[in-house]
């Protein structure tokens, strides 16, 4: 018995210019969130530009700051690729995750509660003491002892 297995090839399809290169990216396999993430991350190497030429489409555009070489924008372009595939996977979790940070967030806000209201017993008991009538104790030294 032998198994075949089925590969489709999937180009990066992109245009090319001078000291840019341009490709469209849908919200369907990126979320919007994802897109922005990455974006900002390519800002210190290049000017990134987002449009949006359709619905759910956005158009990216990189343009480096220096002249370039097609193979040096084609990398780049490989590059924002695989970092929008990692900001898409963070998205992703993020949303999964979601009701297990808020549980958590709820009870460390209502643990903090609590530990306020004991600190704050706490200190009430401790001026409750302070305002109860007792001796000082304090020798005096020209008080007579034994009169």
């Known amino acids: 018995m032998s198994a075949q297995i089925a590969t489709e090839q999937v ?49 990216v555009r990189l343009r480096t700051r220096e002249p370039a070489a097609p193979a040096v924008l084609e990398e780049l372009a490989g590059e924002f690729a695989n970092e929008l595939l990692n900001q898409a996977l963070r998205h992703r979790i993020s949303e ?21 209201s004991t600190i704050e017993a706490l200190l009430s008991e401790l001026d409750q003491e302070e305002l109860a009538a007792e001796p000082l104790e304090v020798p005096v030294p020209w008080e007579k002892t034994g009169a």
């Open 11 to 59: 180009d990066f399809e992109f245009e090319l210019g001078e000291r840019e290169i341009a490709f469209e990216l849908h919200e369907e396999l990126y979320p919007l969130d994802a897109i922005y993430g990455t974006s900002y991350g390519f800002i210190d190497r290049c000017f990134v530009f987002l449009a949006r030429p359709g619905d759910r489409r956005v158009r």
């Open 96 to 116: 999964s995750t979601l009701s297990i940070r808020d549980y958590y967030m709820a009870r460390a806000f209502h643990a903090g509660e609590a530990r306020s």
